[in-house]
């Protein structure tokens, strides 16, 4: 079982909690710097804005109060998110074959030139 491909909706309850933490963590970091385009395009807007109004309403939280509060009140969001997105995890929570900001260099690099 080790090498097949789960996906968020296949974790047990901890390693969901562990995808979700790590998601929350990727998607403050660029919450912060308004970079969140490429998951945009996943039409995902109306999570995104609920959960960005949630952010935005607690701005001045810590990195780490942001992540706890948003798990605690948007992780059905976040969930909608992953699910839709629909990455390769391994049993533990972790992606199976990169990390969130090497999918992300890597969705980046794939956006064609003028767009």
Excluded: C
Aim: aromatic letters at 14%; zero cysteines; a negative charge.
């Amino acid at each position: 079982m080790q090498n097949e491909d789960l996906t968020i909706t296949d974790l047990d309850e901890n390693a969901r909690q562990t995808a979700l933490s790590d998601f929350a963590h990727f998607y403050i970091r660029h919450y912060r710097t308004n970079d969140l385009e490429i998951l945009s395009q996943f039409k995902v807007d109306y999570a995104m804005n609920d959960i960005n109004m949630y952010l935005y309403s607690n701005k001045y939280f810590s990195p780490d109060e942001l992540v706890a509060g948003v798990l605690a009140n948007k992780s059905d969001l976040f969930l909608t998110i992953l699910k839709t997105v629909n990455l390769a995890y391994s049993a533990s929570g972790a992606l199976k074959d990169l990390t969130w900001d090497g999918w992300y260099k890597q969705q980046y690099v794939g956006i064609p030139e003028g767009k």
